[in-house]
């Protein structure tokens, strides 16, 4: 490249935000769009970060007072009065119906039916444990789709933004490299903007997937512990 094309090329290499107010109104559209879209999967990672984190806390919590020999009663009594999540609340729905069942209609031992008492305790908990994941699983999609959809759009905007570079060219008879340089970088400016939103997203959202699978498993752990301990009691009852 001679003197003379280096500074034309250096003239038509404006800066981004330049790049922005000349691009044609579709690939601002597309940037903002692809901009947009990070800034909101940056909210949700920002936001499901938190949470996981305090769903763990809230689990080792939990199980040192469970394991500690505090009589289940007394626990029950305590965590019954406040909203509860993850193991708290396999722990308190499954008191509950155990409760129901087992004091309900002043049965005696002999006169409980064992296995409808367990079946029901396991399902209540397997309810709240589905409840829980889901709830921790909530706006994950977004970021799916952002990961997904991110990258095509930014490529539209480089193929538009290289068509519409090579048009102009045409119709100025000009084809040099400072008539179609701002349009070329208009659309790689889309392109990686849309990689950048997608490698977050893609990135967080397989590390939400795995600690999800990770805390459905600790939680199953939980509930088949627990559902161990009330049929040993059942058991001695009858």
């Known amino acids: 490249m001679n ?28 940037i903002v769009v692809v901009l947009a879209a990070l800034v909101w999967s940056l909210v949700v990672i920002a936001e ?13 919590k939990f199980e040192q007072v469970f394991w500690s020999g505090q009589a289940l009663d007394e626990l029950y009594q305590a965590l019954s009065q406040r909203r509860n999540v993850g193991m708290a609340a396999l722990f308190v729905a499954a008191m509950r ?3 129901r069942s ?11 039916p064992v296995m409808g008492v367990q079946g ?39 193929a538009w933004g290289l068509m519409a570079a090579f048009q102009a060219a045409g119709a100025s008879g000009l ?14 400016l889309a392109a990686a903007l849309g990689f950048l939103a997608a490698i977050p997203a893609k990135t967080f959202l397989s590390k939400f997937e795995a600690e999800a699978a990770r805390y459905a498993a600790r939680l199953g752990a939980f509930a088949g512990e627990f559902s161990a301990i009330l049929s040993r009691q059942l058991d001695r009852a009858g």
């Open 3 to 30: 003197p003379d094309d280096a500074g034309a090329f250096s003239n038509a290499v404006p800066s981004v935000l330049t790049l922005f107010l000349d691009a044609p109104l579709l690939v601002q559209l597309v």
């Open 48 to 60: 499901k970060t938190f949470q996981y984190a305090r769903a763990r806390k809230e689990a080792d």
């Open 97 to 99: 119906e155990w409760k």
């Open 102 to 112: 087992t004091e309900g209609e002043n049965r005696t031992p002999s006169m409980r």
């Open 120 to 158: 029901r305790v396991d399902k209540v908990m397997d309810v709240a444990l589905t409840r829980d994941v889901e709830r921790l699983g909530r706006r994950l999609t977004l970021l799916s789709i952002v990961a997904s959809s991110t990258p095509l759009l930014g490529l539209f905007g480089l």
């Open 175 to 188: 084809a040099t490299l400072a008539t179609v340089a701002p349009g070329i970088a208009q659309g790689l």
